[in-house]
Antibody, heavy 132, light 108 residues
Framework: QLQLQESGPGLVKPSETLSLTCTVS??????????WGWIRQPPGKGLEWIGS???????YYNPSLKSRVTISVDTSKNQFSLKLSSVTAADTAVYYC????????????????????????WGQGTLVTVSS | DIQMTQSPSSLSASVGDRVTITCQAS??????LNWYQQKPGKAPKLLIY???NLETGVPSRFSGSGSGTDFTFTISSLQPEDIATYYC??????????FGQGTRLEIK
């Protein structure tokens, strides 16, 4: 059974860089079928996609965070990581890592190309507070 | 950007009730919509993909429907363990993913 576990500091000072790692167990991060993603949730609020990475290193970022986000992968350790620079109190959130499907396929029934995408499973999440 | 609007933002219902949550997209997203359940203090869990397909292992009292801009998530008979916040997620403009603001479901 695939499991994901986030790790990293729970407290980061304003203007510094938030760094988190997600360790994948029970499966390989080098699976050709999946991407790997980061999602965050400010206290009492909704979910925000941060970015996703393929095992080859190909990345996609939320345009609203792109200038501050770097996601990387270490296939030898079965891990992927998040760095968010110049943090403020607005970056205080529970940060989740998750496996992401994100695929396009030919639908023989319709005769058109279709797509499928989901985040599953998720890690348990880690709270990162930005405060001096 | 595609915006997702869920309603209601919160809902109180009795055990056994039929519960319906809606999600409206700001533009046509075909059937590119998922539904997740997030129990208090836990990570979200995928319940429904492609607007109407039930994820393996998810009870059949959960269902989804819709296409285009208007989508519905239904619990046919509310159970105490269904207390959670429910989120829709669109994936029409991959690789971006956008979630609705969530619907908090409570037992009356």
């Amino acid at each position: 059974q695939l499991q994901l576990q986030e790790s990293g500091p729970g407290l980061v000072k304003p203007s510094e860089t938030l760094s988190l790692t997600c360790t994948v167990s029970g499966g390989s991060i080098s699976s050709s079928s999946y991407y790997w993603g980061w999602i965050r949730q400010p206290p009492g609020k909704g979910l925000e996609w941060i970015g996703s990475i393929y095992y080859s290193g190909s990345t996609y970022y939320n345009p609203s965070l792109k200038s501050r986000v770097t996601i990387s992968v270490d296939t030898s350790k079965n891990q992927f990581s998040l760095k968010l620079s110049s943090v403020t109190a607005a970056d205080t959130a529970v940060y989740y890592c998750a496996r992401r499907l994100m695929t396009r396929y030919y639908d023989f029934w319709s005769g058109y190309y279709s797509r499928r995408d989901w985040f599953d499973p998720w890690g348990q999440g880690t709270l990162v507070t930005v405060s001096s | 950007d595609i915006q997702m609007t869920q309603s209601p933002s919160s809902l109180s219902a009795s055990v056994g009730d039929r519960v319906t949550i809606t999600c409206q997209a700001s533009q046509d997203i075909s059937n590119y919509l998922n539904w997740y359940q997030q129990k208090p203090g836990k990570a979200p869990k995928l319940l429904i993909y492609d607007a109407s397909n039930l994820e393996t292992g998810v009870p059949s009292r959960f269902s989804g429907s819709g296409s285009g801009t208007d989508f519905t998530f239904t619990i046919s008979s509310l159970q105490p363990e269904d207390i959670a916040t429910y989120y829709c997620q669109q994936y029409d403009n991959l690789p971006e993913a956008t979630f609705g603001q969530g619907t908090r479901l409570e037992i009356k």
